[in-house]
């Protein structure tokens, strides 16, 4: 510390001393944000650090929080703070060690820009020299806001906008003065003042932070009062954490379309951040209350044209950021049964068709349902809300498996299909983010919907490096057989398997699905015009004791249909297009007089 004391001294006051080397330019890699399609921000990918804060942006207390606490001479100082030094010399030499810092906002930049952590003296007597040479280039504005965009909060949030939005979902320029306080506080160690993991101690030196405010006239007495007497709201999760699957997702894919980034790119998405904030809350809530919290869950929902509006691939992105929503192929059990009557409906049968549940027998292979009981005579709408595994194992077998296969991918399915006897049942490994496309035709009219994320990829001036093209709808299911299989899965929610996802003054409809040992579980349902679907099981596929599709998907789905309607405007489930009509035959006209052929001309038969 003498040595520091020292230089900086004899810097200070030899003005005639050479120039320092310049510092380095200030970089850092191109970032790539992404909002949703209000603008909010869901993340950024590329470069850690933020663009540096525009501190006049920003109420005068939130920078004043930073410099009360961290360095109260920072205006006056040229780099480094003599008194600070002299202080913690005094300090080190009472204790016998090195006991308190001095360092100055303007050295914690330098470090953090351009210099190691190493506590040796050269890299000390170096951060100081640096210091004052950044003071000569740079503003105290501009040092200020390198500073508050470099520095870590913890919980992964670099720089005040990420920490702002991370602990207390808003942007930093609408920062309460507790709000700020408590930031100010985190920096002197962000795991042991965390307001999330350690609001005790947060709580205690948030209020040193306002005394210091205080004593430094940013704040009035009554201010600190009026501060400590409002409750903080701390949000122990990250609000956009669950967007990270989708942020994943979609930044593979910009990056395919238009390469690494070499300027920093905004990419407007299909998201929708309260719907995704819901799907979350959803997910995480049911799923811990199920096998003692050891199960995994995902949701994807889809509007009627594909556009992706939730993505959450799992119960917690940090502690497992896979994908699961658009990675985790498993089987689909009786959720791909619409695929069977579908094909059987297009084949001529109607809701009404009687079959028989009765033991069958294909190719060796003998089905079972759930109950173990058989109806005898029913419906094929029945058929399908009790989810009849006899009568759909041998209706894919009438129909032909590879017809079912065939609607299956017509509708969506990009996965394999098998076709074996068993396959009716679905057996076939699907991805949530398929099985939502392909519903979503049963809700928009029968079109084809392709999920997507990216409407836009933009430079962050505003210049349009790429545009989803408009895609010509592709009608993927005709009428009667449209109307029919939305009126059979109608039937599911009205008074089969899916009764529990009934929703008053909504037009739903949906499919269970839940395999052998309940290794997997699932609820695909819709409205007119939104699609959602819910899987869950464990990644090792272990069973999971009684969970069925009818059980925690299902209320996943509703818990997020409940607060997604509303936002969504979804309506009745559209009726489609009027069934196609028999092409008719124009009735041949009488042949007119004529004279007679010219010589050499075929003559007319009789």
Known sequence: ?????????????????????QLP????????????????????????????VDVDRLPAYV??????????????????????????????IAKGRTAQGASTITQQTVRTLFLTQDQT??????????????????????????????????????????????????????????????????LKSPSGYSPVDEPQRSAERTRLVLDAMVETGAITPAQRSQALKRPLKVYKTDPDAAAQYFVDWVDQQVRRTVGEPRQDLV???????????????????VAAQVEGGQVQAALVALDGSGRVRAMVGGTDYRSSPFNRAVAARRQAGSAWKPFVYLTALESGLTPDTVVVDE??????????????????????????????????ARTADEVGRDNVAATARRLGIVSPVNTDPAMALGTSQVTPLEMASAYDAFANGGRKA??????????????????????????????????????MLRGVVADGTGRHAAIARYDVAGKTGTTSDSRDAWFCGFTGGFTAVVWMGRDDSRPMGEVAGGGPPTRIWRSFMLSALPRAGAGPIPPGPPPPQPELQPAAAEPAPSAAPAAGQPQPAL
Do not use: C
């Open 1 to 21: 510390m003498l040595a520091i004391a020292l230089a900086g001294s004899l810097f200070a006051g030899a003005p005639d001393l050479p120039d320092l080397p």
């Open 25 to 52: 330019q200030i970089r850092r890699a191109p970032q790539v944000t992404y909002v949703d399609r209000a603008g909010a921000v869901l993340g950024v990918r590329g470069g850690k650090a933020a663009p540096p």
């Open 63 to 92: 920078p004043a929080a930073f410099i009360a606490i961290e360095d109260r001479r920072f205006y006056e100082h040229p780099g480094f703070d003599a008194i600070g030094i002299a202080r913690a010399l005094v300090t080190d």
């Open 121 to 186: 003296m050269e890299r000390k007597t170096r951060e100081l020299l640096l210091a004052v040479q950044m003071e000569r280039k740079y503003t105290k504005k501009q040092i200020l806001g390198l500073y508050l965009s470099r520095v870590y909060f913890g919980a992964g949030a670099y720089g005040l906008e990420a920490a702002s939005q991370r602990f207390f979902d808003k942007p930093a320029a609408k920062l309460s003065i507790r709000e700020a306080a408590a930031l100010a506080a985190v």
């Open 267 to 285: 990419v407007e998405t299909t998201l929708d951040r309260g719907m995704e904030q819901s799907a979350a809350a959803a997910v995480r809530t």
């Open 359 to 392: 033991p069958v027998t294909i190719g060796g292979w003998s089905p079972r349902n759930h109950t173990e009981a058989f109806l005898g005579p029913i419906t094929l709408a029945r058929a399908l809300a009790e989810s009849v595994n006899t009568v759909a």
């Open 450 to 487: 392709e999920a997507y994320g990216v409407e836009r990829v933009r430079t962050a001036r505003g210049q349009v490096l790429w545009r989803r093209a408009p895609a010509a709808p592709a009608q993927v299911i005709q009428n009667p057989p449209l109307g029919y299989i939305d009126q």
